[in-house]
């Protein structure tokens, strides 16, 4: 059991609880972006979304939502909020469990996505069909 998360939702970790259902546990991330930075896991330990049923991953959102809504209604400084989850090492994943941040965000809070030198460049349509054929191909 080397999953920090995994050691969360048995308790063998000290947590800040801000919901916890049948499926899922939210609590405060320890290093936040931004005060009010909340991480949602599933309480069985799937290490990438596509080993996730739809209906959890629906689950997850409908969670999302809600502390969405809650944070808005807080006190805590909130002009929008992201919902950010990195599937995979390469895409930022820290922790190989699944978890979803949900980040209130106000103007100039010094958050943001770099995005790479190439991103102004648009590629052809004719790319851009290829490209969408290769992934509805896979579509369930």
Do not use: W
């Not at 995994?6 to 800040?16: A, G, N, V």
């Not at 931004?34 to 969670?63: A, C, Q, R, W, Y």
């Not at 390469?90 to 995005?115: S, T």
Request: charged letters at 35%.
């Amino acid at each position: 059991m080397g999953c920090i998360f995994c050691k969360i939702i048995k308790e063998k970790l000290p947590y800040s609880r801000v919901y916890e259902d049948e499926d899922f546990l939210a609590f405060m991330d320890i290093k936040p972006i931004n005060k009010g930075h909340v991480l949602i896991v599933p309480k069985k330990h799937f290490e990438l979304v596509s080993e996730m049923d739809k209906t959890d991953m629906s689950k997850m959102i409908v969670v999302a939502e809600k502390i969405n809504s809650a944070i808005r209604k807080s006190e805590i400084r909130c002009k929008g909020i992201n919902f950010f989850l990195a599937d995979g090492k390469a895409a930022g994943q820290e922790v190989p469990h699944v978890h979803l941040h949900v980040i209130p965000r106000f103007l100039g809070d010094g958050f943001g996505f770099k995005f790479p030198d190439n991103y102004e460049n648009k590629p052809p349509r004719k790319e851009l069909e290829r490209l969408a054929e290769k992934i509805k191909r896979k579509l369930d």
